[in-house]
């Protein structure tokens, strides 16, 4: 019996000292799927584009213009004609826009506003304007976009959104500014996506404001030298209304809440801003 005893205590002892090999299978998570933004490009020729070769009054193929004198939400004080030479016309190849010191309407200004709402409408694309921009206080060029619709919220600016391509005023000259004016970004509340740069021969030379806009960002250019992008954050309206037609604006402005902030200098006119060129290249589909 005592051997019987010794072989059981053997048996269970060699049993309770075996392990078990337990295999743990890891599962690895797949990695994170990185979306790459994605590379838009534009066409190589304009769709459209005015060279501004034929004297006159501007084609009235591509231009027409905003008139009167209501201040324009600015409290400007210029009066906008239509169909003046003196205060637009295509000479030597330029499109001449003219702001002038004399009564014009109820205004002691006249100037114009070209538009090619209704006639030029872009949405997406690259657009190139050589301009050469006028100096002087209280002068207040600028070369920028509007929507050519109603569609986001009750107002239509700022629901609708606006693109400043070049601002210029004259109190600080060599400065060149670029914006854009949204429902919740916009200078009525502080918010503005904006940014400047310095050109110190604005209004000697010609130079080449350009706008690239996709649906994920609008840049602006001077010179081919990117200053300003302002980029879609999400699907808010109220941040990017900016998937809308738009159409371009050409004017000198006289005063106004930022062009006048201190003051007009009346021994500058008549001032001029010239545009050698504007070209609109299609984005590439």
Request: proline share 6%; charged share 20%.
């Amino acid at each position: 019996m005592k051997n019987v005893f010794a072989i059981v205590g053997l048996v269970f002892l060699t049993f309770s000292c075996k392990k078990e090999t337990v295999i743990v299978e890891e599962t690895i998570p797949n990695p994170p799927i990185i979306q790459e933004p994605k590379a838009y490009s534009f066409e190589t020729t304009p769709s459209w584009a005015d060279e501004f070769d034929v004297n006159g009054l501007p084609n009235n193929q591509i231009w027409g213009y905003d008139v009167g004198g209501g201040g324009w939400g600015n409290n400007e004080l210029q009066n906008y004609t239509a169909n003046d030479l003196d205060n637009a016309k295509v000479e030597n190849g330029n499109l001449i826009v003219t702001a002038i010191k004399e009564v014009s309407g109820t205004r002691q200004y006249s100037s114009a506003r070209l538009v090619t709402k209704g006639k030029k409408e872009i949405k997406y694309g690259r657009l190139e304007i050589k301009a050469k921009v006028p100096a002087g206080l209280g002068s207040w060029p600028a070369i920028w976009m509007l929507a050519s619709q109603t569609t986001y919220g009750t107002t239509y600016w700022p629901d609708q959104g606006e693109i400043d391509i070049m601002e210029h005023v004259g109190y600080d000259p060599s400065v060149i500014h670029a914006s854009v004016h949204t429902n919740i970004f916009n200078h009525v509340l502080g918010t503005q996506k904006t940014a400047k740069t310095t050109l110190p021969t604005f209004n000697s030379e010609f130079h080449i404001y350009r706008m690239d806009w996709t649906p994920d960002e609008i840049k602006v250019f001077l010179d081919d030298k990117e200053f300003f992008a302002f980029k879609r954050q999400g699907v808010l309206w109220q941040e990017w209304p900016f998937n809308q037609p738009q159409h371009l604006l050409v004017n000198i402005a006289v005063g106004g809440n930022w062009g006048g902030l201190k003051g007009i200098d009346d021994s500058i006119f008549p001032i001029k801003m010239e545009l050698d060129y504007v070209r609109y290249y299609p984005l590439k589909q």
